[in-house]
């Protein structure tokens, strides 16, 4: 991996777990100490980044992008309508056993009343479920989908309510998998995305 991949991994994994917040400015000096590589590959991971909307550069400053409402439901919309389709995809290589393994994973963040541990959890199970062989075209989109959309689900400290209510949709997925039953597990999947988002939507007019 290169300087260039490692500093574009690093930031945005920092951006989307919430560590770096909307608006968050950012130090090419500060990074480069912290990377222990020089200034020139975090520049050009900028330039990735700035790609994917994940952050906004001007003369002076670059920073992570701000949450906007009307572009945070275009991409959920996008999502509901891409996951729905890739699960369409996945369902037949779809493996019961992981999908145990995440419904026990599920329980224990709720049991355990454990934000992060379930948002992880949440950010896993999406990916696995719409996982595609397509790297070139349908993966790449999702991806970058997922990732404008996990970081204002990091960017919520703590909401126990939506936890439990997302919890419970998603166990409805597994069981609709489990009963084979395609067209009812891709149902369940744009409700819940759906659900996620109003979720989102009213967290955002109320703290931004």
């Known amino acids: 991996m290169t300087n ?5 991994k690093y930031i945005k994994n920092q951006i989307i777990s919430g560590k ?5 400015v950012f130090s090419e000096n500060q990074l480069s100490i912290r990377l222990n590589m020089s200034r020139t590959p975090i520049r050009e991971a900028f330039k990735k980044l700035e790609n994917d909307c994940l952050i906004e550069r001007d003369r002076q400053e670059t920073k992570a992008t701000e949450v906007d409402s009307e572009e945070l439901k275009e991409n959920y919309e996008l999502r509901s309508m891409m996951e729905g389709y890739a699960l369409n995809k996945s369902f037949e290589k779809l493996d019961h056993d992981r999908l145990d393994d995440f419904e026990s994973k599920f329980r224990s963040a709720l ?4 934000w992060q541990k379930y ?5 896993q199970f999406h990916h696995y479920l719409t996982e595609s062989d397509d790297k070139a075209t349908l993966q790449k989109e999702l991806d970058l989908l997922q990732s404008q959309t996990n970081r204002m689900r990091y960017a919520i400290r703590d909401d126990q309510r939506c936890m439990k209510s997302s919890v419970k949709e998603i166990l409805a997925i597994i069981a609709a998998v489990r009963e084979d039953n395609r067209e009812k597990a891709i149902k369940k999947l744009r409700s819940h995305i759906e659900s996620v988002y109003a979720w989102e939507s009213s967290y955002l007019e109320q703290h931004v």
């Open 4 to 8: 260039q991949d490692k500093a574009y």
């Open 20 to 24: 770096y917040q909307p608006g968050h």
């Open 111 to 114: 049991d355990e009343k454990n």
């Open 119 to 123: 948002l992880k959890c949440d950010e």
